[in-house]
T-cell receptor
Framework: EAGVAQSPRYKIIEKRQSVAFWCNPI?????LYWYQQILGQGPKLLIQ????????DSQLPKDRFSAERLKGVDSTLKIQPAKLEDSAVYLC???????????FGEGSRLTVL | SQQGEEDPQALSIQEGENATMNCSYK?????LQWYRQNSGRGLVHLIL?????REKHSGRLRVTLDTSKKSSSLLITASRAADTASYFC?????????????FGPGTRLSVLP
């Protein structure tokens, strides 16, 4: 069974530039999460989808971050414009059940200069 | 917030010893999960314990849950160098079933050969 795929693995940009991350969850997983993990900290939930609907985006900085999950499968997370403090690993996770085990991708490491 | 808080922040032990990590949380939960993260990788699910369970085992892992104290512990027996990683607990709040899994800051475990 293929795992959660994320790309790119690494991205370096200047502040005020934009960046997009892509996630392909495990086939059949209806729930998809985007987490931000700053070095030395635990993952912080940015947004949770159930199929293509948003369940929770209360911690998503909506002035600069956006996310979508078209057709309830793949998802993209965009940051525009990026700030220095956005430097982090962006983790995508999916689960079959709403309250079940989360399967994580390897993450996309963003460095904002 | 029902954020879990792991304790200790860092733990260093010799191979073959047991490692115990604790997690405390603030509000009632539906379930609590433990995850492992190797450096530079995504998180891997270890075990899920429901609010009506008190103890679960999986191989060398033993998890306990005390809902009256709002705490959980993860015991790794006969540790190996390969157990070196960060360990996180995650909770979803009662009434928000399956929503907004919140991770603590983690315990960094070092197992010395």
């Amino acid at each position: 069974e293929a795992g959660v795929a994320q790309s790119p693995r690494y991205k370096i940009i200047e502040k005020r530039q934009s960046v997009a991350f892509w996630c392909n969850p495990i086939s059949g997983h209806a729930t998809l999460y985007w987490y931000q993990q700053i070095l030395g900290q635990g993952p912080k939930l940015l947004i949770q989808f159930q199929n293509n609907g948003v369940v929770d985006d209360s911690q998503l900085p909506k002035d600069r971050f956006s996310a979508e999950r078209l057709k309830g499968v793949d998802s993209t997370l965009k940051i525009q414009p990026a700030k220095l403090e956005d430097s982090a690993v962006y983790l995508c996770a999916s689960s079959f059940l709403m309250a079940g085990e989360l399967f994580f991708g390897e993450g996309s490491r963003l460095t904002v200069l | 917030s029902q954020q879990g808080e792991e304790d200790p922040q860092a733990l260093s032990i010799q191979e073959g010893e047991n490692a115990t990590m604790n997690c405390s949380y603030k509000t009632s939960i539906n379930n609590l999960q433990w995850y492992r993260q190797n450096s530079g990788r995504g998180l891997v699910h270890l075990i899920l314990i429901r609010s009506n369970e008190r103890e679960k085992h999986s191989g060398r892992l033993r998890v306990t849950l005390d809902t009256s104290k709002k705490s959980s512990s993860l015991l790794i027996t006969a540790s190996r160098a390969a157990d070196t990683a960060s360990y996180f607990c995650a909770t979803d709040g009662a009434g928000n079933y399956g929503q907004n899994f919140v991770f603590g800051p983690g315990t960094r475990l070092s197992v010395l050969p």
